[in-house]
C-alpha cells in the first residue's frame, strides 16, 4: 500500500495537484485529472474533445476555455448552446454581473435583470445581441444560391459567428473567435435550447430560410472520432454535450469503424451516479456500451466546475505541458461540410 501524502502548501499549483493526487477524497481526484490530462493533451495520436455544460461564460469561466484552444489543449469543443450565446455577448461587451442569489426575483423582472444563481446580467442587452445574431442568420441566408436554404451543421455556424465577431468588435475575445482562429470546432448539438436558437427562430419569421443540420453534427464529429487513432474527452458537467461526444463512439461500432470506445476521460461534475443520470454516470457504466474503452486512463472528479477548471488549467500551464502536432480537425472530416 503507498501512503497517503500530506499535502503541503505549495505556490506551484502543479507540485500541489501533484501532492493531492496522493491524498484522499475529491482532493485526490483533483488530482489526478491533471495526471490524465496531461497523458491526453502529449499523446500526439489523440484527439481531445471538449463538453461543457453548465453556465460556464457567465459565472466567469470564458477566459479558462479560451486558453484551453488558444494552447490547443482542445480540438473540438461541444457545448451548451447557452454558453456559446454568453460568449457571444461577452465578445460585443455584454457582462454579467456579481448577484445574490438570495434575492426578489419578481423585483428583477421588474427591472429587466435575468438570474443565474448569483450572476445578474441586463435582459434588454441580450436580445440586442438576439438581434445581431437574427441578422447574422439573415446574412448566411441572403449568401446562399437562388432556391436554397443554409442549411449546415452547428460548427459551419459557430465557425461563421466567430469570424462575424471579430468584424463587429476586433478587440473582443471569446471562445468563438479564438475557435475560429485556431481551428478548433464548436459543435453545439442543442442549439435551439438556447439563445442563439430564440434569435434564429425570430428571424424564420421574419422570412429567413435558414436551418442547423444537426444531423450533419453527429456525422461529423463521428468521422472525426473515426479518423483519430486515439480520442481523449474532458467533460465539465454532463448533458447533452456528454452524451452527444460518447454516442460517437457507438454511431462509429455501428459503421464497423473497429472503435472501441475513448481512451482517455476526466469529467468535473456534481451529479451523483446513483440517480440513473447521464451526467453523473461513472465511466465505468460507460464501458459496458462501448463509449469508453476497457483499459480507458480515466478520473471523476465530484467538484464544482467553477472551482476545478481554473485550478487543473493552471496546473497544466505550470507543468509546462504543451501540445505537438494536434490534428487538423476539419481534415478528419469525410464529408462536403469543411470550414
Partial sequence: MKRIRAVRPNERID??????????????????????????????????????????????MQKVIIELVKRRYV??????????????????????????????????????????????????EFRKIDGI????????????????????????????????????????????????KNGVRIYVPALCDSSIGIALVSARRGGVDISIDQLADADELTR?????????????????PKNFIQQTQVIASIHDAGKEGHNYAVQFTV?????????????????SWGKEAADCHNVQCFCDATIALPVIVSGLIAKGVARRNPPDVTGLISSVSVF
Avoid at 481526484?29 to 491533471?34: P, T, V
Avoid at 451529479?271 to 464501458?287: K, M, N, Q, R
Fill in 15 to 60: 507540485e500541489l495537484l501533484g501532492d493531492m493526487a496522493d491524498a484522499g477524497f475529491q482532493g485526490r481526484k483533483l488530482g489526478e485529472s491533471l495526471e490524465v490530462l496531461t497523458r491526453m493533451i502529449t499523446d500526439e495520436d489523440c484527439t481531445v474533445i471538449l463538453g461543457l455544460s453548465g453556465a460556464m461564460i457567465p459565472a466567469g
Fill in 75 to 124: 480540438d473540438v469543443i461541444v457545448s451548451t448552446g447557452a454558453n456559446i450565446f454568453h460568449d457571444a455577448c461577452e465578445h460585443l461587451d455584454v457582462h454579467h454581473y456579481k448577484g445574490h442569489h438570495n434575492v426578489d426575483d419578481a423585483e428583477l423582472f421588474s427591472k429587466g435583470i435575468d438570474r443565474i444563481y448569483d450572476v445578474f446580467a441586463h435582459e434588454d
Fill in 133 to 180: 445574431i437574427a441578422d447574422f442568420g439573415r446574412e448566411l441566408a441572403c449568401g446562399m444560391p437562388a432556391g436554397m436554404t443554409y442549411n449546415k451543421s452547428s460548427a459551419e455556424f459557430a465557425y461563421g459567428l466567430g469570424r462575424h465577431l471579430m468584424k463587429l468588435n476586433p478587440n473582443g475575445e471569446s471562445v468563438l473567435s479564438e475557435a475560429a
Fill in 224 to 240: 472525426i472520432v473515426e479518423h483519430s487513432e486515439r480520442t481523449g474527452v474532458i467533460y465539465v458537467g454532463g448533458g447533452v
Fill in 271 to 287: 451529479d451523483s451516479p446513483h440517480w440513473g443520470g447521464l451526467s453523473g454516470c461513472t465511466f465505468e457504466e460507460a464501458v
